[in-house]
Nanobody, 123 residues
Framework: QLQLVESGGGLVQPGGSLRVSCAASGFTLDYHAIGWFRQAPGKEREGVLCRSSSGGTTNYADSVKGRFTISRDNAKNMVHLQMNSLKPEDTAVYYC????????????????WGQGTQVTVSS
């Protein structure tokens, strides 16, 4: 079965760093773009970052520019979202999603979704 599973969420202080991961099973990420989305309480899900199958990265949230980066571990069939200089407004459930080859700004364009992992930024 095709699945994505997020991990690595937790509680971190403002200014701290956290890396969340997305593991794929049932398929390889070789021909897929992986997008990271987040949803805060009472707000709509928003796109954060996306990495295409060719390695290009697209930033969909101005607020995370220079702070968040996405990487891929082909050998482990995983992708990671490195979050630095975290702010309280980064608090959200973070989801990874996959679609064919190219990134897309809308969550509706993605076929596979993980269950999400909670990231809480608070002192």
């Amino acid at each position: 079965q095709l699945q994505l599973v997020e991990s690595g969420g937790g509680l971190v202080q403002p200014g701290g760093s956290l890396r969340v991961s997305c593991a794929a099973s049932g398929f390889t990420l070789d021909y897929h773009a992986i997008g990271w989305f987040r949803q805060a309480p009472g707000k709509e899900r928003e796109g954060v970052l996306c990495r295409s199958s060719s390695g290009g990265t697209t930033n969909y949230a101005d607020s995370v520019k220079g702070r968040f980066t996405i990487s891929r571990d082909n050998a482990k069939n995983m992708v990671h979202l490195q979050m630095n200089s975290l702010k309280p407004e980064d608090t959200a459930v973070y989801y990874c999603a996959a679609r064919w080859r190219l990134c897309a700004p809308s969550s509706y364009e993605y076929n596979y979704w993980g269950q999400g992992t909670q990231v809480t930024v608070s002192s």
